[in-house]
């Protein structure tokens, strides 16, 4: 019950520190575009602080069902479906808008125990075939990116997005293997941070 515990607790905890990391992408995304009138970076903006609410819901979510299952007490299935709904659509139309941004821009030139409960969270294989198709597509571009311009902060740019488009390859392979579910989180955070580097870098530019 105790590892159950622990792995439970690190399931929230990246999830929240995912959450946080991707909001304050947003803020500072959002700091660059008053400052430099980039659109790019406007879409950045408002992408990741979607993905962060996302992130926030699906953290409070997540503690609700674990207090509920611990407790012994009568889980409701429309909270955490509701949940995992408003994820779902957040986390495609967050990505979907990345997409379009590059599409519309090109290139960025940015200056089993655990399964049966891991199931709850409803990691839809379509819904993450649909991400990993946007991620994909969002990742090629960020290589062109960074092979038309070898800076640093393309470098981090495309690797941020490579390590996303692996968490959710990973998260799509979760029902087959559980090490997936922690590998994904981790890869996802690792993400999330690289791109937080660049935007830190940009702003101090």
Known sequence: ??????????DVFMVFVSSIIALTIGYYAGKGYKLTSEKLLLYLSLSFSLLGVSLLVDGLVSIYFYLSMFKGAQV?????????????????????????TYVRYSFITASSSFLPILMFKNYNPLVEIVLIF?????????????????????????????????????????SIYMFCYILAHTLQLLGFI????????????
Not at 194 to 205: A, P, Q, W
């Open 76 to 100: 409701s299935r429309i909270v955490f479906m509701a949940g995992n709904v408003i994820t779902s659509i957040a986390e495609v139309a967050a990505f979907t808008l990345l997409a379009y």
């Open 194 to 205: 690289f791109l937080l580097v660049m935007l830190l870098r940009v702003n101090k530019g």
């Open 1 to 10: 019950m105790m590892s159950l515990r622990l792995f439970l607790g690190f």
């Open 134 to 174: 946007l991620l994909s597509y969002i990742t090629i571009q960020t290589s062109i990116s960074y092979g038309w311009k070898r800076e640093l902060n393309s470098l981090l740019v495309f690797t941020g997005f490579l390590f996303i488009l692996l968490a959710h390859i990973f998260f799509l392979l979760t």
